[in-house]
């Protein structure tokens, strides 16, 4: 079952607890409100549904919207990264770094790209501040059309680059890949997520990540 059919039959789940259970129990209609939302924009590849900005902040009414479900993957975010003995980045290359989404205590070294490919969060204030910090939004197990991909990656600085996601698997495999196959540095796409798994083992594609990543290896035109 897809992403999108799992987030949508949660939401239903939810929203029918609460409708039977009702009392405190009718704030998961809200919830489940947002998990259909999140399922239904999975299904039709809309990456923005949150409205995350170019500065990597929320509006308004995104915040009203989704409260529940940001709290929710917010608290989820903050367990794993307590219990997990993954590290929090690792270094592929003299240029690239690879990681999960980061507190700014973490960042390690200076980057001329700091890459947050998250939909669902805010990037702390200190690193979206930076110059280097470029948003290009994906949901989690999703995959952008390989030639926004492209576009993104080509709007890169020469330079140093640091790229995550929530815990810095697919979404940052994905971008990475993208990465070292531009600059020449993987010749494949299985040559690129040796290197990538190399360093970091918990690096994985979903199918949805795979074909887009093969389609992105295709030059236009060819």
């Known amino acids: 079952m897809s992403f999108g059919y799992q987030h949508i039959l949660l939401g239903l789940i939810l929203i029918i607890i609460g409708v039977v259970e009702r009392g405190w129990l009718l704030l998961t209609i809200w919830l489940g409100c947002d998990f259909v939302a999140l399922g239904i924009a ?12 170019q500065d990597g902040t929320f509006p308004l009414w995104s915040w009203w919207l989704f409260l529940p479900l940001l709290f929710y993957v917010a608290v989820v975010w903050h367990l794993i990264r307590s219990l997990s003995r993954e590290a929090a980045q690792n270094t592929i290359t003299d240029d690239l770094v690879i990681g999960r989404r980061l507190l700014p205590s973490e960042v390690e070294g200076q980057f001329d790209n700091y890459v947050d490919l998250t939909t669902e969060f805010v990037e702390p204030a200190a690193i979206r501040q930076s110059s280097a910090y470029y948003c290009f939004p994906i949901l989690d197990g999703g995959a952008p059309d390989p030639g926004a991909l492209r576009m993104a990656v080509a709007r890169l600085r020469p330079g140093k680059t640091f790229i995550h996601c929530a815990q810095g698997h697919g979404r940052t495999a994905l971008f990475a890949l993208a990465v070292l196959l531009t600059s020449g540095t993987a010749k494949s796409v299985d040559d690129g997520l040796r290197m990538l798994q190399a360093a970091r083992p918990g690096v994985r594609l979903n199918g949805a990540q795979r074909r887009c990543i093969e389609s992105f290896a295709v030059r236009p035109g060819a």
């Open 42 to 53: 999975h299904a039709r590849g809309a990456h923005g549904v949150f409205g995350k900005r």
